[in-house]
């Protein structure tokens, strides 16, 4: 259990419904000082939810969420000048300026005036818009829009960070910009990263959290995550034409370095304690098989099988 200085956000049994629609289901999560924690989960989890309670955008149903020791039902304006949130969809005013839209937050969050120009100069350059500064928000691409997002997230210097799928839909280039920006805060903030994009969270992140269905399924850094699959690589057996696929799943398990068969679109993806066996598993399946890999286990496996069970992955 950690004390309650190492912890940042501490969210306690948290629930919230739309109609008939649970998106949290007792909700516990505690995100430590100085951590970078992902929350990974398929759409409808709840990701979304959950941050936009942390921010005070949104009410639980009942349940708390702490930050740094402030209720969001009784401290909500100090929350906010806690945190820095970026939206996945963030709503910029488009006729400012990049450098005037900094300001406007600037002075919005109660950043000191003698302070400010040199604010917006560092966060300008920090994430490569200086020559853009005086440019409005309508002649931006996403990216770019991306990008000025950022800074206005950082503009009060807040200590927590929260990103909401801030790569998604952006061109390779600018999300490894995005990534790499994140990784250069890292122990410096405390942040949040909702992803879809499993190797951007087990790439930045110091643990993960595993949302499905407003629960958390399972919690920890990428490396324990994946040394809970029960096995030393995954083994992929692309098929075609239909198999006995209860049959064939039986056959897989009576070997003793078989862990764990999973069946998506045709591809058998078998966890295995080591390689010996390889062969003869193929064997099983003829003249069906179409392609044959393997690779080590990754945090798209474990999800796999977080949003396969109910309770738990194991």
Not at 18 to 41: C, P, Q, T, Y
Not at 170 to 192: E, H, V
Not at 286 to 300: A, F, Q, Y
């Amino acid at each position: 259990m950690s004390s309650d200085f190492d912890v940042m956000i501490n969210i306690d049994s948290l629930n919230k419904s739309f109609g008939r629609i649970k998106a949290l289901d007792n909700l516990n999560l505690e995100i430590k000082r100085g951590e970078l924690l992902g929350i990974i989960g398929p759409n409808g989890a709840g990701k979304t939810t959950a941050i936009r309670m942390a921010c005070c955008i949104l009410k639980p149903d009942s349940g708390d969420i702490v930050v740094d020791g402030y209720s969001i039902h009784h401290d909500q304006i100090r929350i906010k000048s806690m945190i820095g949130y970026l939206p996945e969809e963030p709503n910029l005013y488009e006729r400012f300026k990049a450098k005037d839209l900094l300001k406007y937050f600037a002075e919005l969050y109660g950043v000191p005036k003698d302070q400010i120009d040199v604010r917006i100069d560092e966060l300008l350059e920090l994430v490569g818009m200086t020559d853009r500064s005086e440019d409005r928000i309508n002649t931006f691409s996403k990216g770019l829009r991306q990008r000025i997002s950022v800074a206005r997230a950082l503009i009060h210097d807040p200590e927590i960070i929260i990103f909401d799928e801030p790569t998604m839909g952006l061109d390779p280039a600018t999300a490894i910009s995005i990534r790499n920006f994140i990784k250069d805060l890292k122990g410096k903030k405390t942040m949040i990263l909702c992803t879809h994009y499993m190797e951007e969270a087990e790439a930045l992140c110091d643990r993960v959290a595993i949302l499905n269905k407003g629960r958390i399924m399972d919690v920890g850094t990428p490396g324990y995550l994946k040394s809970r699959i029960h096995g030393d690589l995954i083994l992929k057996i692309m098929i075609q034409g239909t198999v006995d696929i209860k049959k064939i799943k039986s056959q897989i398990m009576n070997f003793d370095s078989a862990r764990d068969v999973n069946v998506i679109d045709g591809e058998f993806s078998i966890s295995l304690k080591y390689r010996n066996e390889i062969s003869d598993i193929i064997d099983i399946f003829g003249d069906k098989v179409r392609t044959v890999n393997t690779k080590e286990p990754t945090l798209e496996d474990v999800f796999i099988q977080a949003v396969k069970s109910k309770d738990s992955i194991f």
